[in-house]
C-alpha cells in the first residue's frame, strides 16, 4: 500500500538540518550582527532586537527550550529567534517593529498570504456562532467535498488536528486494511513525531543533530525499515526481503524541494502533477488556511475501516472545527482561481535563480530549484538527492547567509534543511529586493 504524505516532505534543496554555530558577523549599511545577534551601526550598544531577546529568554524559563517547536529555537543558525508581533501578506514585523519580507509562511499554510481579509471576515463570521461545537457541523461537508473534488486518489477524507496526526490515523489504516505491520519510509524524510516514524527522520530530528529520538521504545520502531531516497532498488530488496509483511511505504512526493505538497504544487497536490495514484493521503496545513488541521483519506473501501464505519479507532476532540474548516474552505477557493499556480511559479523560479546565480557570483558552491510556490538551496555544489547529498552542505555558511539577510528585512526558515514558500501576496517587488539583499549577503559572507 502507497501512503502518500503532502504535508512536510523533506528532501532535496530544502530539508534536512543540522546543528551548526555562528560566530562570525555579518556587516551591513545599517545594521550588524555579532553572536547571532542584529544590532544597528548607529548604535552599537543598543540591539536591534531587545524586545524578542528578553521575551525569549523568559520564554526559556516557561517551555522547554523556549518554544513549542524546536526549529524556531534557531539551533541550526545559532543565536536567539525573533519574536513575532504580526503579519500581513508577504510580510512580517517582529515585536521589536523590525519588517520582514517572509518567506517561510508559517511552515507553507501562507499560501495566499498571512491574514488574508476574506479569510479573516469569513472566520469572524462563523465565530458568531461559536468556535468548537464537538459535533458534526455543515462546514465539514463542505471542506470535505472539495478536498475529494481536488485530490485525484481520494473519495472519502477524515480530518485531523495535525500532520502527525494524519500520518499516525494513515499508518494505522494501513496496518488494520493489509493485516500486515512493516512500513517503509525513507531516511531523512519527516512524517511527524509519532513513535513509529523518528528512525533516520529528517526535519527537526536532524536540525538538532538528533539521530533518533530518547523516549522511542525499540518496539515502537522494531516495523519501521528504512531506504535512502531516491534508490528505488533498495525499496525492491526491502519487499523482496519481507514478502507479505508491509503494509505501506510513506512517501514524501516531492524532491528538490520541501514542506508542503498538498495544494501546493497543484490543486490536486502533487499527485496531480505527477500523475501518482496512491491508496491513502495525507493532508497539511494549507487545507485549514492557517488554523490547526490535517487529514488523511483515500479510496472508499479503505477509509470505511475508520470508526465508526469500521473497526479502526481513531477520534479527536477539535477535529474538523468550524473555524479550520472556514479558513481552509476560503483558502481553497481563492487557489482553485486560474492562474494561481503559473504565479506562484514564476515568482519563485526568479527568486531561486536570481538568489543561486548570486551565490556564483561572489565565489560560492551553492545548487537548489524550485516547483510551484516552495523552493531551497544547499551551500553544496550538488547535485542533492537524498539525505546523504544534503549532509555534504556547509551549514556555517548558511547560517551566516540567514543571519546576513535577517538584517536586510528578509526572513528565510532558520535551517540549511528547509523548505522556503511564496505566496500570491508576494509581488515582483519583493522578489527584487531579496534577490539584491543576496547579492550583498553574499559579498560581506
Avoid at 300 to 328: C, F, K
Amino acid at each position: 500500500m502507497a501512503v502518500f504524505r503532502h504535508h512536510r516532505s523533506k528532501v532535496n534543496p530544502t530539508h534536512y538540518r543540522n546543528r551548526s554555530t555562528f560566530n562570525s558577523s555579518y556587516s551591513s549599511s545599517s545594521c550588524f550582527l555579532h553572536n547571532g545577534r542584529i544590532h544597528r551601526r548607529e548604535d552599537q550598544q543598543e540591539s536591534h532586537s531587545r524586545k524578542s531577546e528578553e521575551a525569549f529568554a523568559a520564554a526559556k524559563e516557561l517551555l522547554p527550550g523556549g518554544v513549542n517547536s524546536p526549529v524556531r529555537a534557531f539551533k541550526s543558525v545559532g543565536g536567539q529567534p525573533i519574536v513575532i508581533d504580526s503579519v500581513k501578506g508577504s510580510r512580517m514585523w517582529d515585536i521589536d517593529g523590525n519588517e520582514y519580507i517572509d518567506y517561510v509562511g508559517s511552515w507553507g499554510p501562507a499560501i495566499i498570504g498571512h491574514a488574508d481579509d476574506q479569510v479573516l471576515a469569513a472566520l469572524a463570521e462563523t465565530m458568531k456562532k461559536g468556535t468548537s461545537f464537538g459535533a458534526p457541523c455543515l462546514l465539514e461537508n463542505t471542506l470535505a467535498e472539495m478536498v475529494i473534488s481536488a485530490v485525484p486518489s481520494i473519495e472519502m477524507v477524515r480530518f485531523v488536528n495535525s500532520g502527525t496526526e494524519a500520518c499516525m490515523g494513515a499508518l494505522r489504516l494501513a496496518r488494520a486494511y493489509t493485516g500486515n505491520e512493516k512500513i517503509i519510509k525513507f531516511e531523512g524524510c519527516y512524517h511527524g513525531h509519532a513513535d513509529p516514524f523518528l528512525v533516520k527522520a529528517g526535519s527537526g530530528v536532524a536540525t538538532l543533530g538528533l539521530p533518533d529520538s530518547p523516549g522511542v521504545p525499540k518496539a515502537a520502531t522494531y516495523e519501521t525499515l528504512t531506504a535512502p531516497f531516491n534508490d528505488f532498488s533498495a525499496v525492491e530488496k526491502l519487499f523482496e526481503a519481507n514478502k507479505g509483511e508491509i503494509a505501506a511505504v510513506f512517501l514524501e512526493p516531492v524532491v528538490g524541494n520541501s514542506v508542503m505538497t498538498g495544494f501546493r504544487l497543484a490543486y490536486g497536490g502533487a499527485q496531480e502533477y505527477f500523475g501518482i495514484t496512491p491508496d491513502i493521503t495525507t493532508l497539511g496545513k494549507i487545507i485549514g488556511g492557517g488554523l490547526p488541521v490535517g487529514a488523511y483519506g483515500g479510496r472508499r473501501d479503505i477509509m470505511e475501516m475508520v470508526a465508526p464505519a469500521g473497526p479502526m479507532y481513531q477520534a479527536g476532540t477539535l477535529s474538523g472545527n468550524p473555524l479550520a474548516m472556514t479558513a481552509g474552505i476560503q483558502t481553497l477557493k481563492r487557489i482553485k482561481e486560474p492562474g494561481t499556480y503559473q504565479y506562484l511559479d514564476k515568482i519563485t523560479g526568479e527568486l531561486v535563480q536570481g538568489i543561486i546565480e548570486a551565490g556564483k557570483k561572489a565565489g560560492h558552491a551553492i545548487c537548489g530549484g524550485h516547483i510551484s510556490g516552495m523552493f531551497g538551496f544547499f551551500f553544496t555544489e550538488g547535485p542533492v538527492y537524498n539525505f546523504s547529498d544534503a549532509k555534504k552542505s556547509d551549514t556555517a555558511k548558511f547560517a551566516k547567509f540567514f543571519w546576513g539577510m535577517l538584517a536586510e528585512g528578509v526572513y528565510l526558515a532558520p535551517s540549511q534543511f528547509e523548505a522556503g514558500f511564496t505566496s500570491l501576496a508576494h509581488t515582483s517587488d519583493d522578489i527584487k529586493k531579496t534577490i539584491a539583499a543576496a547579492e550583498k549577503v553574499f559579498r560581506e559572507i
